[in-house]
């Protein structure tokens, strides 16, 4: 069984060609049309000699061609380099060198950056995207109609390079190596996310998709993150309709459900989830054909949850766990949520998610420790052996991976995600996740959104901070923000110092910007 990106897009087009594949604003194509395109564009690469293994850069937003693109590298047996499309000319080079680029496929809107680094390549693809920007290259028209339509590349292997970026909030992004086999079977429908149970071949997803009728998914991240490229690659595996945004806007996600009649959305966290849900309050919007909203990646609040409980009673809301090295491990479906904050998602564990402890062990009930996923597991790394190491370790004979977050065991089973070991805030020797705080905090109806930090202290080591974004017309009240956060949770976690900014910022992805806000504290007086 091969397992594999490319062929099992294959098998969803030899189901049912006929299907709408994807749709990106006005437009959309077939499974036969994407299959054809992709191929005329993975032969003229391997013109360009593309071939097994070799890296290929796409920095792009999201459109049908970005997609055509990833489908058309893997069909290559290559390997698709995830590129920030909002990086600069220095973080672009980068990841050009990190990654071992010779092929970037890039927006044409983009090529005065491309442009001040092309000495490092020897390909570069423009996709269409509206601008007149000019670069010494291809156009993707010419790269496709240059390229034959049929699919003539030989056998390919589950044990081929998928090649993940993350998303680098603390510092330069690390690239994440997987077999396309482990990767689907943990992100891609290999496995049952609510049994664990393995499907049974690499044609399960087709054969399925074949016999019921397709799903419309609206996919909102941007394609650059694995949220987005696996809830796509996924549904396209199963015959669905992947719908994209060129843009994230809140109004456009609910004129879209209408037109396209969505099913599913998958989203990023509060970033995406508070300005969508507001928008349909705000407005007159059917949201009638949808059936499931899904959340993951990033904080989703108490306080937003209630907003979708309250608004799309007869809407599955769930909140998935899992990172770029583990793929899921975790899934709660949102129930009736308390007035209060909670520590962070409780979820019923994936397949092989356990916690360990600090010896080292499996974590008992009540314990906090570290998030770990066995079973199907990345390869490392690339190019860092020292943070390969760190990531991958042995429990009772059994490999996992474990990317730093904090989790806790209950009594019931289920497992409590607490956040990233990394931002935890060590204030008097008490830990503060900033999940938990930012909940509290988000749960004010002043409050938009927030993000919380821990600063220096010279008597605490570290203290609470929090920086607060107010919804329009707000005023600033640092003492009833204060008052209500202690309401929610215990006096030592509210923060110490507030500052109230026009805009948290966020990476294209909705995570937490640590970098800008360390220096936002640094640099201005709390309020």
Request: hydrophobic share 40%.
């Amino acid at each position: 069984m091969a397992a594999n990106i490319a062929d099992l897009f294959e098998h969803a087009v030899d189901a049912f060609g006929d299907r709408v594949a994807v749709a990106c604003g006005e437009r959309a194509a077939t499974y036969a049309e994407l299959e054809e395109t992709a191929n005329r564009l993975a032969h003229f690469l391997r013109s360009r000699g593309v071939g097994k293994g070799a890296h290929v850069g796409l920095y792009a937003g999201n459109s049908i061609e970005a997609l055509v693109a990833m489908i058309a590298v893997y069909k290559l047996r290559a390997v698709v380099v995830n590129v920030n499309y909002r990086y600069v000319e220095n973080e672009l080079q980068y990841l050009i060198t990190d990654a071992g680029l010779d092929v970037l496929i890039h927006d044409r809107g983009l090529s005065e950056r491309v442009g001040a680094v092309a000495s490092g390549l020897t390909t570069m693809i423009a996709l269409p995207d509206g601008s007149r920007s000019d670069l010494p290259g291809v156009s993707y028209a010419d790269a496709v109609g240059a390229g034959k339509p049929g699919r003539d590349f030989g056998e390919r292997s589950g044990d081929d390079i998928y090649l993940l970026y993350t998303g680098g909030t603390t510092g330069y992004p690390k690239g994440v190596i997987w077999r396309h086999e482990d990767v689907w079977r943990v992100l891609g429908g290999g496995i049952d996310f609510m049994t664990g149970i393995p499907l049974d071949d690499e044609w399960a997803q087709s054969r399925r998709g074949a016999e019921t009728p397709p799903m419309t998914r609206l996919c909102l991240a941007p394609l650059i993150h694995g949220n987005a490229q696996w809830a796509a690659l996924a549904g396209l595996f199963a015959g669905d309709t992947v719908v994209f945004l060129p843009h994230f806007d809140a109004e456009e996600v609910w004129r879209t459900v209408e037109r396209r009649r969505v099913n599913v959305i998958v989203l990023i966290g509060d970033a995406m989830a508070r300005p969508i849900i507001e928008a349909y309050l705000a407005g007159s919007h059917d949201g009638s054909s949808l059936v499931a909203i899904s959340s993951s990646a990033a904080l989703f609040s108490p306080s937003v949850k209630r907003q979708y409980l309250q608004a799309l009673p007869d809407v599955m809301v769930t909140d998935a766990i899992g990172a770029s090295e583990t793929g899921f491990t975790g899934l709660g479906i949102v129930a009736d949520v308390a007035g209060g904050a909670v520590d962070g998602p409780r979820v019923m564990p994936g397949p092989d998610t356990i916690v360990i402890d600090e010896h080292g062990r499996k974590a008992p009930p009540g314990v906090i420790g570290r998030l770990a996923r066995g079973g199907h597991v990345p390869l490392g790394y690339y190019n860092d052996p020292a943070k390969t190491a760190e990531l991958l370790t042995e429990v009772d004979g059994v490999r996992y991976a474990v990317p730093g977050d904090l989790a806790r065991i209950e009594d019931d089973g289920t497992i409590t995600l607490l956040g990233r070991g990394n931002t935890c805030v060590n204030t008097g020797g008490e830990k503060v996740f900033p999940e938990e705080v930012e909940g509290a905090l988000k749960s004010h109806p002043d409050v938009f959104d927030a993000l919380v930090i821990g600063i220096p202290d010279d008597l605490l080591g570290q203290k609470v901070a929090a920086l607060v974004q107010l919804r329009d017309g707000a005023k600033a009240d640092v003492d009833g923000l204060d008052t209500l956060v202690r309401q929610r949770i215990a006096g030592f976690k509210a923060p110490r110092a507030i500052w109230f900014v026009d805009r948290i910022q966020r990476t294209i992805s909705g995570k937490a910007d640590y970098r800008w806000a360390h220096a936002w504290t640094r640099e201005n007086d709390a309020d």
